[in-house]
């Protein structure tokens, strides 16, 4: 009769970092993405990430094969980020993300652009550097949704938050960033507009 | 389905978040109302273009070769 392997022994360690490569080592572009939005420097964003891996190669066992791994180390480096985050600031952000209302740009472009032409003079810092101003909580699930393109229910796995409030922070983060960007195109002369 | 409750789904809609019976009635309002549709239109870019404009950077190689180093040791 066939042995089975005891399911509590570790696998060997070649099979450990070739199923480590081949499922969490794929995903370095995203988690540096996501770390560079969240600390805002590629410094703090390298250390992130390499604090990530390491904790997730540590982890490894535990991490159910073949499900999301992309999901399970984004939500790793957002623990290792919040906890370095506490650590650093003494003064931690306080926005009452409830007060924050932004407007559509849509109704403001409506006749002057209704293509939103002006988006593309935008160039692709201007547009990190007003997705970095947002409060973090909108940013991450910005950049989590519309960056990586992840569901709602990873969001919410992820940020550990309801569906719900996955979805109102999308809408809010999306319109606050659009509303940024309007005001910066305006500001260049991209569009006529009037600033809000 | 009313201009308002279109326009506050529109995200999940674009999103593909909704439920199937919701996805129908957004999409035949959209057909049928043309500011609608319009502002669609609008959103959509703005997520291509947000998606565009983020997506072009990856992980530096020296970090790559950092994670390596310190995962296995080589």
Not at chain 1, 170 to 194: N, P, T
Request: charged share 35%.
């Amino acid at each position: 009769m066939a042995k089975t392997p005891s399911p509590d022994v570790s696998p060997p360690i070649d099979e450990k970092r070739a199923s480590f490569e081949r499922e969490a080592l794929v995903h370095l572009d995203v988690l540096y993405r996501v770390a560079l939005r969240l600390s805002g420097n590629p410094s703090d964003a390298d250390d992130l990430v390499q604090e990530t891996m390491l904790k997730a190669y540590r982890a490894w066992d535990q991490y159910e094969k073949g499900t999301n791994a992309k999901a399970w180390l984004l939500t790793i480096l957002r623990h290792a980020f919040i906890n370095e985050y506490r650590r650093r600031t003494r003064h931690p952000e306080t926005v009452d993300l409830d007060k924050i209302e932004p407007y559509a740009v849509f109704p403001e472009v409506q006749d002057e652009d209704p293509q939103g032409a002006f988006f593309d003079r935008i160039v692709d810092d201007e547009v990190l550097r007003a997705i970095d101003q947002l409060p973090v909580a909108f940013r991450e699930t910005l950049v989590l949704s519309d960056v990586e393109g992840m569901s709602y229910q990873e969001i919410a796995g992820i940020l550990d938050i309801p569906v719900g409030t996955v979805k109102s922070r999308l809408f809010r983060a999306r319109h606050l960033l659009q509303g940024k960007l309007y005001d910066y195109a305006v500001e260049m002369g991209y569009i006529k507009g009037s600033p809000a | 389905m009313n201009c308002r409750e279109c326009v506050e789904h529109l995200y999940e809609f674009l999103d593909r978040e909704l439920t199937t019976e919701l996805e129908r009635e957004i999409r035949d309002h959209l057909e049928d109302c043309p500011p609608c549709g319009e502002q669609y239109d609008f959103e959509e870019l703005f997520l291509k273009f947000l998606r565009a404009r983020c997506k072009t950077q990856g992980a530096p190689a020296e970090l790559k070769k950092r994670v390596l180093r310190e995962l296995f040791g080589e």
